[in-house]
């Protein structure tokens, strides 16, 4: 998977579950920014050590490409802004509104994960950053994921490779 490869096929698709007003170019653009800092859309289950490959690594507690914890899974059919959202992208989806069950599937269900992605943006109470703004997209980053060991210097150079994508698409 890459970055065009998702916003082409997976963002496209599956922003069609939500309002209109969700497929934004900010919203695609944080989306993508997102899975590329959080997994360089190469692992879908978190690896913890100096290894490339799963089957030389222990697994960490995130999954998918933008690695979701239980805990963010629950915040977004927990949260009165987006609890209503889930639970219909869940039915749509064929899955039951569990924290378990959902952290399990988002492992291989990357419209799940970006259902769940664009959700965990919209319990951000300001508009999502611009272009521009690269700053303010990794402020919102930090409080939507809550990442364990951010790496600012890598924001930078994904932020703007999403935005390319998301420009020459639109």
Not at 80 to 108: I, K, N, S, W
Not at 123 to 150: F, H, V
């Amino acid at each position: 998977m890459n970055a065009q490869i998702a916003h082409q096929h997976l963002l496209k698709s599956t922003l069609t579950l939500y309002p209109k007003s969700f497929n934004t170019p900010q919203a695609r653009a944080m989306i993508l920014t997102i899975g590329l800092q959080e997994s360089d859309f190469e692992h879908r289950i978190q690896l913890i050590g100096n290894h490339r490959h799963w089957w030389q690594s222990l697994t960490g507690p995130a999954r998918s490409f933008w690695q979701f914890e239980r805990i963010g899974i629950q915040g977004v059919l927990e949260h009165p802004a987006t609890r209503d959202m889930a639970r219909g992208a869940c039915d749509v989806l064929g899955y039951p509104p569990d924290v378990a069950t959902l952290h399990r599937a988002v492992a291989h269900n990357d419209i799940l994960a970006v259902a769940l992605a664009r959700l965990a943006l919209w319990r951000l109470p300001q508009p999502l950053a611009g272009r521009d703004d690269p700053d303010e997209g990794w402020r919102q980053y930090i409080e939507a994921w809550a990442p364990g060991k951010p790496k600012p210097e890598r924001w930078g150079p994904r932020w703007a490779l999403a935005w390319r994508i998301v420009e020459r698409s639109s």
